[in-house]
Structures are given as C-alpha cells and as structure tokens.
C-alpha cells in the first residue's frame, strides 16, 4: 500500500502548490472509475488525475494522454455541468486518510455563488469519487454508487447527506513523541511492523518496515529514533520520490525504500513518479478486462491451426510412401498370367530389388488381375494428388498460425483503441461476427492512430500497434526513402523514422521501440531489421500487416521501458 495517508499529505501539499486557484476548463472521463479535469493554474493547464480504480486509485498530476468515449457518462456530464469554469479553491486531506477534497467555488444556472467538494477516497475496490453540494453536505452523485444494502454505515447515493467513512482509533504520527510510541508498542509480542500499523493513522506496512529497517536492531532506544526521524523528514516535507525495484515487482514511496533489495530511481516530483510506475498498468488491467474473449478465441484459433498441421504432416508422411501402391500394380502387370481372380494374395519377384527378393501383394478376390492391378495404381494417383494439396493444406494452416502469432502479441501490447482495431480486423476476415455498435455508426473508415515518439536528436518516429496500423503506416503513410523497422522473424510492430538519413542513435533508438513492442520484449539481444520503406512490400493476397523486405541491415538492441517512456515523454 504505497499510497498510504502520509503519501496522500504529501500529494496534497504538491497539488496545493500546482493547482490551487486554478479554473476548471475540461472534464473527461475516459474510463469507468477516472476522471480527468483540466485546470489552469498558473498560465499552464494541469491535468489532474483521480482515479477510484479497484486496484490503482490514486490522485496525481499527469502528462499521459487519455482516448475519450464518443458519448461522455453521466457522472462526467453531472461534472461538467457543477464544475466546470469553477475555480480550485483549496485541496485538503481528511486527517492523515486517504481522502482527499477539493473545495470549488463558481456560480451556478441563476448566477449565484455556488460551493462544491469533490471528494476522492482511495480505499482499494472501496475507492470513490463523490461531488457534494457544500451548502447542504447533499451528495449530487458519485462515481461508484453505494447503498445502504451494501454498506450500512453510510449510502452513496444522490440524495443522501455525505458521511466520512468510520474514523478509527488511531494516533497521529506527527503529534506522538517517543512516550506516546512506547505506549502503543509490546516489544514482547513481535511483530512490531504490525503494531506500527495498528498504531498510528496514515501508515503503511511499506512504511512501518522502512522505520524497522532503519531502526536496525529493534529496542525501545533505536525504534523511537528511526520512527521520529521519518516523520521529522515527512513533517518539513523533505521528500525524495523514488521507484524501488524488488526482486518480484516495483514499488514507490516518498523516499528510496532500504529494506527492499533493489535499485532505487528517484524522480523531480510525486505525479512524475507515479507516471512512470503506473505506466501501462492500468491501460493493460483495462484492455485485459476488455478482451479476455478475444485473446481467448485468438489462442484456441493458434492452437486449432497448430493441431492441423500436425495432423496433415502425418497424412503427408503416408502419401509420400504411397510409391507401394505403383510398385505393386506395375509387378501385378507384370506378373498378370500367374496370378487368377479369387486369389487372396500373390508372392512375386520384386524386379526392383537389386537381390531380387520377393514381395507379397494383397489382392481382392473379387476383382481379376488387371482390376486389382489398377485399384493400385488408382490409389497411388490419388496419393500423388494427395501431397500436392495437404502441401498447399499445410501452407496455409501454418500462415493463418503465425497470423493469429503476431494477433496474440499485438493483443499482449495494445490499448483500448488498439483491441477495437483488431476486433475490426477479424470481422473484415471473417473469423468473427461484427458486434453491434451503439450510437453513432459514421466512426468507419478513420485513420488508425498511430503511436508516436520523438528521439533523443529530435527525428519523429511512429509505431504501429496493430495490423491495422502497421498496413497504414508502412503501406500508405511512410515516404519511400525513410527508414523502416522490424524484429527479426519475431512477430512485433512496424515502426518508421521519419527522415530519410537519420543519426545512428535515432535508429538504435527506433530499434528498442521495435523491440519492446515485440514479442522479445522481455528478451536480450533482440535482433532487428531496417530498410527503406522502398524495399518492403506487401505481397498479393498478404494477411494484414504482413511484409516482405530486403537490403535489411541488423542491429541487436535489449528492450527499455524507462527509455521508452523517455522518447513519449520528449513529445
């Protein structure tokens, strides 16, 4: 629990010094449980981020960029309609919870002055954001409704009076002195980490283990010290905002955490700290919500042209060796005046045989010698067809495996927007039915958009993220002389550079692009491919986003997610 109370304070101090007396100009809501507002402050816009995702609620100043619905939700236009134009009067916590308010003042239809809370409580899958008419503590609606049927303490409803969540008995950790924490701590009963917790408000297991690791060998001399030296740093809101990676996964915190065994990035404020850590993750819980039916039909379509193969190799094998049946009708012919009608089998020399060893040939009864011998060669020409198509069988299947290859990586990489592309794709090839869409249906034949990063020099380079988009830019959007990437014989994205003679950093840097949008992208030493856009070519009857190319050159480079955000962030 990174985002615990002390990080909440120190959030709030940040946004106080940002955004407070901005004007609210936008509101969006891209996704179910977050919000955007826009506010200038400051002669710059801000975008401030709240978010009451199940598992990543938080509230934060962000660079990233968000793909708004065609039709706002409700809560947005409720939003739009209390808050917009209304200015950012103060932000504040609740104590040391995780709740945040933010107090607005505008004037509402009839020009009188109005007063709004927007209130943000980061609670796990209990998170929320509540607008509240100050005047009446009245709810006008929330995010996530709540009712007493679900939580009897409280209803978040429109129309319900807003009630803070249960307060718990716990000490404020800026208001204990080292008596007050001796008080609250059984040196006897272990685990002190926990008691921490259970102590005092505003902490977090993250937070009680860092004072424990400090503390070195934990007494009632050492705990007091370690514990009061945190909170003298949080209290001067000395902070040093910094990702620490463990062993199994990232974690971020106020300061470089010491009792995990990592390296620690440090970052110039907390909203770019939290840019960089929840970078992609929150995008990839949606799109895994979003597609979990189609990435499974993906893999069972995989799978089902695998099994093919398989199966069609051993029919191969067996008409392969179908020559037997030639053998066996040329020696009947052969043999013809020896052998009778009723026969159920003929020993024969085999003149093939260089030690002119003998073969028996199983006959029908009921056909005559010349019958038998062709019902022979009759299977052997059906067994020469044979290899011929399960050939052209096993061609095919094993395209439409690597096709759905390259769709299972797309889907492992892609946005939301990416996951509709593809789902339009496999319904323009017909391997799914077309959903019925609501609304507006005049959203057909738009250009894919595509993902875009500038260098380290300067130079633009563009990504695509699905075949959709890899047939536009390569095919359609690319000029013949700039430089075109791909992993080598690994399914992934197309990227170009828009120059036609770019520095060798920019192509290495175009390179990690290709790469980390692959499916080497936890891999080393990833091989990739460029050209010219002039040198690759989309074959005849090609499936999407399939190219052939040449007069390639090679670069090996190792996928980064910091230098692929640094290229985003350079936009």
């Known amino acids: 629990m990174s985002f615990d109370g002390l990080f909440t304070r120190a959030m709030t101090k940040e946004l106080i010094d940002t955004i407070k007396g901005g004007r609210i100009n936008k509101i969006q809501q891209p996704y179910k449980n977050e919000i955007i507002l826009v506010v200038r402050a400051n002669g710059k816009n801000h975008r401030l981020l709240l978010s009451a995702h199940p598992s990543y609620a938080r509230v934060q100043l962000t660079n990233e960029s968000h793909e708004n619905p065609s039709e706002p939700p409700m809560f947005c236009m409720l939003l739009r309609k209390h808050l917009e134009g209304y200015i950012l009067e103060d932000v504040h916590q609740n104590g040391l919870d995780r709740?945040?308010?933010?107090?607005?003042?505008?004037?509402?239809e009839i020009g009188d002055t109005s007063y709004k809370q927007l209130i943000v409580e980061i609670m796990g899958r209990h998170s929320n954001i509540t607008l509240v008419d100050k005047s009446r503590n009245i709810i006008l609606d929330s995010i996530k409704h709540v009712s007493f049927a679900v939580n009897s303490h409280r209803?978040?409803?429109?129309?319900?009076?807003?009630?803070?969540?249960?307060?718990?008995?716990?000490m404020n950790p800026f208001e204990a002195d080292e008596e007050a924490l001796l008080r609250r701590i059984d040196f006897n009963s272990g685990k002190v980490d926990k008691q921490l917790v259970a102590g005092f408000s505003g902490i977090s297991p993250l937070f009680a283990k860092e004072v424990i690791h400090h503390a070195g060998l934990v007494n009632r001399t050492t705990l007091?010290?370690?514990f009061q030296y945190f909170i003298d740093l949080l209290k001067d809101h000395s902070i040093r905002p910094a990702i620490t990676a463990g062993e199994n996964k990232e974690s971020f915190y106020l300061f470089p955490l010491q009792h995990i065994k990592g390296q620690s990035s440090l970052f110039s404020s907390l909203s770019k700290m939290l840019d960089r850590f929840y970078f992609g993750k929150a995008e990839r819980d949606r799109v895994k919500q979003q597609s979990n039916d189609l990435e499974r039909f993906i893999v069972n379509e995989k799978e089902k042209n695998e099994k093919k193969i398989e199966k069609l190799k051993k029919?191969?094998?067996e008409a392969e060796s179908a020559d037997k049946h030639q053998l066996y009708g040329e020696l009947i012919t052969a043999n013809i005046y020896a052998i009778q009608k009723?026969?159920?089998?003929?020993?024969?020399?085999?003149?093939?045989?260089?030690n002119g060893a003998s073969v028996v040939i199983p006959l029908d009864p009921q056909k005559t010698p010349s019958e038998n011998a062709q019902k022979y060669?009759?299977?052997?020409q059906k067994a020469k067809n044979a290899v011929i198509a399960v050939k052209e069988q096993i061609k095919k299947a094993e395209e439409e495996a690597a096709y759905f290859e390259s769709l299972l990586q797309q889907v492992e990489t892609a946005s939301t927007r990416d996951i509709a592309e593809i789902r339009e794709e496999l319904t323009e090839g017909g391997y799914?039915?077309?959903r019925q869409k609501r609304g507006n249906k005049k959203q057909q034949n738009l250009k894919p958009v595509l993902d875009?990063?500038?260098?380290?020099?300067?130079?633009?380079?563009?990504?695509g993220k699905n075949n959709k988009q890899n047939d536009y830019l390569t095919n359609k959007l690319a000029a013949r002389d700039e430089i075109w990437l791909h992993t080598k014989d690994i399914p992934g994205s197309h990227v170009v550079i828009r120059s036609k003679e770019p520095a060798e950093n920019t192509i290495l840097e175009a390179a990690s692009l290709a790469a980390y949008f692959s499916k080497a992208r936890n891999s080393s030493s990833v091989p990739v491919d460029f050209t010219q856009v002039r040198h690759v070519k989309k074959p005849s009857g090609g499936k999407p986003g399939f190219v052939i190319y040449d007069n390639q050159q090679t670069v090996y480079v190792t996928p980064d997610e910091e230098l692929v955000l640094s290229l985003k962030q350079n936009l």
């Open 99 to 108: 709740i945040m308010v933010f107090e607005v003042k505008g004037r509402n």
């Open 155 to 170: 209803a978040i409803l429109p129309g319900q009076e807003y009630i803070l969540p249960p307060s718990q008995d716990k």
């Open 224 to 226: 007091p010290k370690s």
């Open 315 to 317: 029919t191969l094998h």
């Open 342 to 354: 009723g026969m159920k089998e003929a020993e024969v020399i085999n003149y093939y045989d260089e």
């Open 377 to 380: 060669f009759t299977r052997y």
């Open 432 to 434: 799914i039915r077309e």
């Open 452 to 463: 875009r990063y500038i260098s380290s020099g300067g130079t633009e380079i563009l990504v």
